[in-house]
Nanobody, 115 residues
């Protein structure tokens, strides 16, 4: 079983930046895929970025060039650096891990983008 704990959400103005963190309870080397998803009010949860152990990071078109996925293997933590934030980026952001064929989710962290 994997526990995922997100942090780093908050309030930011358009054009601003935030860095989200997701700490895993297992060695992230052993996780096949780790990703960030988001869900805005009234919308379905959508993929933002995902890192596969065999192919590296992949991004949704809406965040390419603005968001960056990174990992700190020593801390078993992944990050999502979000730059040039837009109002449409506002959502609850969830960390996801695919481990031993099962999906695990964190509880989410809220990102609010306001003028």
């Amino acid at each position: 079983q994997v526990q995922l704990v997100e942090s780093g959400g908050g309030l930011v103005q358009p054009g601003g930046s935030l860095r989200l963190s997701c700490a895993a309870s297992v060695n992230i080397f052993s996780i096949f895929a780790m990703g960030w998803y988001r869900q805005a009010p009234g919308k379905e949860r959508e993929l933002v970025a995902v890192f596969y152990s065999d192919s590296g990071p992949h991004y949704a078109d809406s965040v390419k060039g603005r968001f960056t996925f990174s990992r700190d293997n020593a801390k078993n933590t992944v990050y999502l650096q979000m730059n040039t934030l837009k109002p449409e980026d506002a959502a609850v952001y969830y960390c996801n891990a695919v481990y031993n064929g099962m999906n695990y989710w964190g509880k989410g962290t809220l990102v609010t983008v306001f003028a």
